[in-house]
């Protein structure tokens, strides 16, 4: 199995390639327009500002490549909000894979939102395995509304989407990779199952 993580420099690579390895996988790290298209699985993180991390992908034509690829993709983390049309985040347009824009919390908690929460409403290959209400570890500003290719939903003032589906691309808020044991079937559900 072919498992690339994409390296833009605004991700939490590491963390994800170790927690792969823990559970038996080798992932290559790159940015490397090809070794991206030629991947079974694609995995792309993101830790950041949305503005500068879309400065990085065009930088290396990363925008070009991952809306047409075909291999099941999964976005994390602000990777997720960069598969959307747009982000408040400094008025930014992203890659357009989900035609959703991406907002900024306004609720009476603290922001980020960091720490442990509950994932519900869950639906698809992606939670095989994975409870109802499970608990994931969240880092955010910024969320995915509830829509249409909503796949599981997370309460934080107000409820949104905490992953999304449409067709090979997957993209989850939490990180599966910071979240434990659920985390873990997660990851092991996107390369086995999906």
Not at 22 to 43: E, F, H, P, S
Not at 78 to 90: I, P, R, T, V, W
């Amino acid at each position: 199995m072919n498992i690339v993580i994409i390296d833009y420099g605004a991700g939490n690579v590491k963390s994800v390639q170790f927690a792969l390895e823990r559970l038996g996988y080798t992932a290559m790290c790159t940015n490397d327009l090809n070794a991206i298209q030629k991947a079974d699985k694609v995995i792309f993180p993101g830790v950041g500002e949305a503005q500068s991390a879309m400065r990085e992908i065009k930088k290396f034509g990363l925008d070009k490549v991952i809306p047409l690829l075909k291999q099941p993709v999964l976005g994390i983390c602000l990777g997720m909000q960069l598969m959307c049309e747009h982000s408040e985040e400094n008025d930014t347009d992203c890659l357009g894979i989900f035609p959703v824009v991406v907002k900024k919390f306004n609720v009476d908690l603290k922001v980020p939102h960091i720490g442990w929460n509950q994932i519900v409403d869950l639906k698809g290959h992606l939670f095989d395995q994975v409870s109802e209400a499970a608990y994931v570890y969240y880092v955010h500003s910024y969320y995915v509304p509830i829509n249409e290719y909503s796949i599981a939903n997370t309460d934080y003032g107000i409820k949104y989407a905490g992953a999304i589906h449409k067709d090979n691309f997957y993209a989850c808020q939490f990180h599966p990779e910071k979240s434990g044991d659920i985390g873990e079937q997660i990851l092991k559900n996107f390369i086995n199952a999906v």
